[in-house]
């Protein structure tokens, strides 16, 4: 079974800083897609950024880019600039595109921005 | 835009009660999801749903049942509601066979006294 793991449960970051995010998951397939979301206080869940596994180069929007190594089944979050706005709970899943098309998430990590 | 829409933003039962949250999407997704939130336990997931009528079990489906009788509506039902299953529950989206998000809705806090 598909697992996903997110070591920092909560983590800080002085405005305009950059910070990472870490996620590490565990499968024996080869494709399959991975997805950072966003929970704000607000609650509402929005994707941030989503990377294909049989992507090399990483995927970036904006300010958020990841980090994916495939081998070593890593996939982390950094956020450039960072912004009070950015202050939210960060939440990785892992989706493997047959069958029923289930998404996997992990812990979570909560991120305060510093003024 | 996805909408996923949850019927309750917050809600109190009390133990026992039969207790239904209801989930509606306008979006003709055939995937529909009803997950879990606890602090430090992320989402899990409780039940899912690929077409009308048709579930099957999450990680955690003791104490839930799920109902999907029209494509856009998916409910979880607590058909005894538990002090311990007082939670986040947040339902989700996503259209079958594509390899895109899932939406989400805004969650309902339940609390069960």
């Known amino acids: 079974a598909q697992t996903v793991t997110q070591s920092q449960p909560e983590m800080s970051v002085q405005e305009a800083e950059t910070v990472t995010l870490s996620c590490t998951y565990d499968t024996s397939e080869s494709n399959y897609y991975l997805f950072w979301y966003k929970q704000p206080p607000s609650r509402q869940m929005i994707l941030v950024i989503r990377q294909e596994a049989y992507k090399q180069q990483n995927a970036t929007e904006n300010r958020f880019s990841v980090n994916f190594q495939k081998a070593a089944k890593s996939f982390s979050l950094k956020i450039s600039d960072s912004q009070l706005g950015d202050t939210a709970m960060y939440f990785c899943?892992?989706?493997?595109?047959?069958?029923?098309?289930?998404?996997?998430f992990g812990t979570g990590t909560r991120l305060k921005v510093l003024a | 835009d996805v909408k996923v829409t949850q019927s309750s933003r917050y809600l109190v039962k009390r133990t026992g009660e039969k207790v239904f949250l209801e989930c509606v999407q306008d979006?003709?997704?055939?995937?529909m999801f009803w997950y879990r939130q606890d602090p430090g336990l992320g989402l899990r997931l409780i039940y899912f749903?690929?077409?009308?009528?048709?579930?099957e079990k999450g990680d955690i489906p003791e104490g839930y049942s799920v109902s999907r009788e029209k494509k856009e509506r998916f409910s979880l039902i607590l058909e005894s509601a538990s002090t311990n299953q007082t939670s986040m529950y947040l339902c989700?989206?996503?259209?079958?066979?594509?390899?895109?998000?899932?939406?989400f809705g805004q969650g309902t806090r339940l609390t069960v006294v």
């Open positions: 989700a989206s996503s259209p079958l066979g594509q390899t895109t998000e899932a939406f």
């Open positions: 979006m003709d997704h055939e995937n």
């Open positions: 749903s690929y077409d009308v009528k048709m579930k």
């Open positions: 899943a892992f989706m493997m595109p047959s069958g029923t098309y289930k998404y996997i």
